[in-house]
C-alpha cells in the first residue's frame, strides 16, 4: 500500500465519528467488547489486557452540530467534551461496551458523572490517576487504581485480565511506540514528514487492534524512507497546547503552508505518551504505575518531577527550533493557564513565540494565516541578535 493510500485510510477513519472499523470489528469477533477513551492518559494496554478493543476519542471534529448535549453540559465548556456527548447522544458509540475517563481535569471528571447518568447500559469508569507523584504512595496508588480498572473491565468483557495479560499487552504496545517514536525522528527532518501527515498517522488507528495499527505504522514508515526532503524556506518551531482536543487537520495544513515546520509537538497525547518503552520486567501493574509517575512535564500535568519551564526549554532545544506557537483550545483551563507560565520561560529564554486559540469546529482559517505568515516572516527577515 502506498503512502498516499495509507493516508487517506487514516484521514477517513479520522473525520468519521461513526465508528465504522469498530463495528466491522465487532462483527468479525460477535463476542468482543470495546471500550472508548476520553483524552489524554488512559491506559490502552489495561483495556487490551481485559480482551477489549481500546477505541480513542477525539471528539467530533468538524463531523456533526452540537445541539442535544447542550441539554446535558454547559455551552461554555471545550468543545471536544460537548462534541463526544453529543456523538454518545445520537447513537455513534453504541458500539462501546464501555468508556474511561482519566484525571484529565476537572470538566473530563463532571463529564464521566454525565456519562453514567445518560448511558446506563454502558460500563463507565472514572480512573483516578495520582497527581502528586512525588508522594511516596504515588506507586502503589497508581497500580491499585489500575487494577481496579482491570478489574471493571474484565466484568464488562468476561476477561478480568491477570499479569501475564498485561505483561503481553505491554508488549505490544511498546512496540507501537518504537515506531511512534520513529515517526517524530522524521520531523526533525526538515521536508520529510508533514505536521498534517503525522498527525494523521498517529490518529489513524482510531478503532483498529494494535496489530494492525502497528502493521500500517511500518508500512508508513517504510514509505516515509524512500521520499526525498521538499526543500523550502521554513521556520522549525514547536507546538505546543493542543493536548486533548485536536486543532482541525486544515488548520494544521494551514500552518505548513504559510512557513512553518513542525518539529516537535504534543498532539494526540495520549497516543504516544511515554518517551520511552514501559517496563517490560517485574510486576507489569507496578511498571506501568511507575510509567505513569514518571510522566514527562506536559499540559496536563501539574505535579512532576522537573520544573516545567525546564522541561520544555529542554524540548524545544531537542527539537532545535526557532521558536514556539501556542495554540490552546477555547474554554480550555489547563492550556491556557500553562500558556502563562509557558510564555514566561520562552520570553526569558529570547525566543520568539504566536499564540491563537482554536475550536475542534473551526472552519475558516485566514487569521491564522496572517498571524502564522507575520510570525514566520519575523523570523525569517528579522532574526533575534544573538
Known sequence: MSLAEILNRCRERIENPDLREVAAWKAA????????????????????????LPVPTF??????????ADA????FVCAISRSTLELGMTGRFEGLDAFVFPTTCDVARNLSGIWTHNFPKMRTVYLHLPQNVESSSALAYGASELRRLGKALGEVSGHPPDTEDLRRSILEYNALRRLL??????RQEPGRLGLAECAILVRGGVGLPIAEHTRMLEAALAALGDRPPRRRDTVKVVLEGAFCEQPPLELLQVMEEA???????????GMRWFQDDVPEHGDPWEALSEAYRSWSPCTAVKHGRAPREAAFLEKIRRAKAAGVVFAAPKFCEPALLDYVLLK??????????????????????ESVRSQVETFVESILFYPAAP
Not at 471528539?59 to 442535544?68: N, P, S
Not at 517514536?181 to 522524521?186: G, M, V
Open 29 to 52: 469477533h460477535p463476542e468482543g467488547k470495546a471500550c472508548g477513551a476520553f483524552p489524554v492518559y488512559v491506559p490502552f494496554e489495561v483495556i487490551a489486557a481485559a480482551g477489549m
Open 59 to 68: 471528539g467530533g471534529g468538524t463531523a456533526i452540530e452540537v445541539e442535544r
Open 72 to 75: 446535558r453540559i454547559q455551552s
Open 181 to 186: 517514536r520513529r515517526l517524530y525522528q522524521l
Open 259 to 269: 512557513g512553518c515546520e513542525v518539529v516537535d509537538d504534543d498532539l494526540a497525547l
Open 344 to 365: 514566561s520561560a520562552v520570553q526569558a529564554a529570547g525566543l520568539p513565540y504566536l499564540c491563537f486559540e482554536y475550536e475542534e469546529k473551526m472552519s475558516v482559517f
